[in-house]
């Protein structure tokens, strides 16, 4: 069911399809430090001057890569998640009036994410372990207008980085033994169109 191409750089469509994206540049050819004042400097330069969502998404995952590779730091800034409730979140910056979430998230294996949508473009880097995200699309009938049905699958593993736009829909499992930790990137969230989705009563409600 897997229909990502064998690469490290996805977005996934709001009909489920996992586009593998352009090569990434030389990360050997960066000198400098990438602080993450500048990666949120070159972040905000990308908002105000592209609009659509999946060009965002294009020009945004190289400049996460780039921060992650120069910023080793980050990839510790992780809280242990607690058994109860099997994963943790701790926000690496928050700012009034710039709706940005950038975070790191830890889930315990055998934790499920519900099947839900974001109501705004993400960007998810795996850090350590393993996650299987599933991949949905709306497939609505007469008789079951929020219909969802699974279209695809990938499994996930450090250096891998997957894109989101606001309608894509997906879950999340933690595979191993070990917690995953990821670096997630959220432009800002529009709470009345993000859903989460039950697939065998075909309802939705707000996520």
Known sequence: MDNCLDTQNWIVTPEGICKACKPQPD???F???YRLYRFLTN???????TTDDYQRLLLIQPLVRRLLTSSYWLQMEFTNPPS??????????Q???FPITV????WLPENVSPIHNHGTWGIVAVIGGEEKNQFWKRSPTSEHPNRIEQVGEKNLVPGDIIGFLPDTIHCVEPLGSEPTVTFNLYGETDYSQRFEFDPIHHTVQTF
Do not use: C, K
């Open 27 to 29: 990360l050997d050819s």
């Open 31 to 33: 000198v400098e430090p």
């Open 43 to 49: 972040l905000e330069d990308i908002l105000l001057t």
């Open 84 to 93: 109860n409730p099997g994963w943790s979140v701790r926000f690496l910056y």
């Open 95 to 97: 700012e009034h009036q």
């Open 103 to 106: 975070q790191m998230v830890a």
